[in-house]
């Protein structure tokens, strides 16, 4: 059933004038035999031997991308493309192979970065409207001789500033920045200013929760509570708190016993908080 066929003992290594006149011989094989026996699959393989340099070629344009093509499985996912390409063409359309290989490729492997290399996970839909607002923003940067505002890639793409916005936002999870990663300074005068200093990682620009903030909204609403106590009551609380003294200084200062100046307290803060935890 092979005969005819030349032996080929490294597919792999072919050059590509050789590769594609012994693809169009093996295409022509492959048509005539039957699927899923050992000489339908020998030359299906051989196939994809022979064409696995349309892969690394496709491949070439990912070279600068995370997981370029020195990662083996970019080239894995090109063959997924390959293999496709093999099992749809047909010889009848007057073709080359070639024409109808590399979309496959390509596109498997842009698929794979779609799926995969996304630092966060986003929609689909949010994918692919960054790509079409990358594309947007070179053609009309070229044109307008600036970057374009939000508006004008709205007008460009027919859509609402709103979803243009939203891809923009997406487009940040694309990739991920470390926060010990050096921060470079936007401001050229500062930038000299600082040469002499080592640059200051993300986590040392970004705020930290400010504790006193976190204490406005209680003071707000204890306030109205600390003028409903009673003289007394209220003395002890900023005699305890503001002023620091111990119960012990308090009750000489009042003329109560420590005893009791701390059943005061207990009394007057279990008020306190049960009204500031009350739902209403």
């Not at 070279?63 to 997924?80: A, F, H, K, L």
Request: aromatic share 6%.
């Amino acid at each position: 059933m092979l005969s005819g066929l030349p032996h080929v003992p490294c597919p792999r290594e072919l050059a590509p004038a050789d590769a594609r006149q012994l693809t169009r011989l093996f295409f022509e094989r492959l048509r005539t035999l039957e699927e899923g026996t050992r000489a339908y699959q020998y030359v299906r393989n051989t196939l994809i031997e022979m064409n696995v340099s349309l892969v690394n070629f496709a491949a070439r344009p990912f070279r600068d991308r995370p997981g370029g093509p020195e990662n083996e499985d970019i080239v894995q996912v090109g063959i997924i493309g390959l293999i496709k390409a093999i099992d749809r063409y047909d010889p009848d359309r007057n073709t080359q192979f070639t024409t109808l290989a590399l979309p496959y490729i390509t596109g498997e492997i842009k698929r794979h970065f779609r799926d995969t290399t996304w630092a966060v996970r986003v929609p689909r839909r949010l994918q692919e409207l960054r790509s079409e607002l990358a594309k947007a923003t070179d053609a009309l940067g070229s044109v307008l001789g600036h970057a374009p505002s939000q508006a004008e890639l709205a007008r460009y793409l027919d859509l609402t500033e709103d979803e243009v916005r939203e891809g923009l936002v997406a487009a940040n999870g694309y990739s991920t920045q470390s926060l010990d990663a050096p921060q470079d300074s936007a401001d050229d005068n500062r930038r000299a200013a600082a040469s002499s200093r080592s640059a200051r990682s993300l986590a040392e620009t970004v705020g930290e929760p400010d504790a006193a903030l976190e204490a406005v909204e209680d003071w707000h609403t204890l306030a109205p509570l600390l003028a409903g106590l009673d003289e007394r009551s209220a003395r002890i609380l900023r005699l305890r708190f503001a002023q620091e003294m111990t119960q012990a200084e308090i009750g000489a200062e009042v003329g109560l016993s420590q005893m009791h100046v701390s059943r005061i307290l207990t009394r007057t803060l279990h008020e306190l908080r049960e009204q500031l935890l009350r739902d209403d």
